[in-house]
């Protein structure tokens, strides 16, 4: 059996996802966020980022996604997996296997939700960034890992008022994670 860079990268992207996601309500391993990751599928679309949705038909695949990682999660007792903790655990994957490898301006990747946090809704409302405050606080109330799908959406929504035109990862300016 050969090691590709497919591989490598599924590993890696896995890894960070399965430590972001997981929450002090619903903690679980990373070979458990891997296997949650395995059964969305997302590992097949690693190669190359032509293999992604098109931006129009993003958010309905990543609903798909979320609801693939929530029956996977559910199956391992891990019942308190939302929306909200499957989208971060599907965009730190996504993040680090595509984003973060060089396909950044890439349409498909441009469209990719980014991970979202407290950190990142508490920058947002802080800033009333892109006149979206009342999103921001309605989210920040809610709390990032307690999402529900609409509610996930409505962020991402907001995001995308916010931006404009940028590619979604730009969002991440805003994100003092890495401080």
């Given at each position: ?131 979206q ?29 916010a931006?404009g ?15």
């Open positions: 059996m050969s090691y590709t860079i497919e591989e490598h990268k599924h590993r890696y992207a896995a890894w960070a996802a399965s430590r972001a996601a997981s929450t002090k309500t619903c903690r679980f391993s990373v070979l458990q966020g891997k296997s949650i990751v395995d059964a969305t599928g997302l590992p097949l679309l690693i190669a190359a980022p032509s293999l992604l949705p098109s931006p129009q038909d993003l958010d309905a695949k990543h609903r798909e996604w979320r609801n693939a990682a929530i029956k996977s999660a559910n199956t391992m007792g891990l019942n308190d997996f939302t929306h909200g903790i499957a989208a971060k655990l599907i965009n730190v994957y996504l993040k680090g296997a595509f984003v973060c490898a060089g396909h950044q301006m890439h349409a498909n990747v441009a469209a990719l939700h980014p991970p979202i946090d407290s950190l990142l809704l508490d920058e947002l409302y802080d800033g009333a960034i892109g006149g405050r009342q999103v921001w606080a309605a989210a920040r109330k809610i709390r990032w890992s307690k999402f529900n799908s609409d509610q996930y959406e409505s962020v991402i929504d907001g995001i995308r008022i931006l035109d940028s590619p979604l990862w730009h969002v991440e300016r805003y994100w003092r994670g890495y401080q």
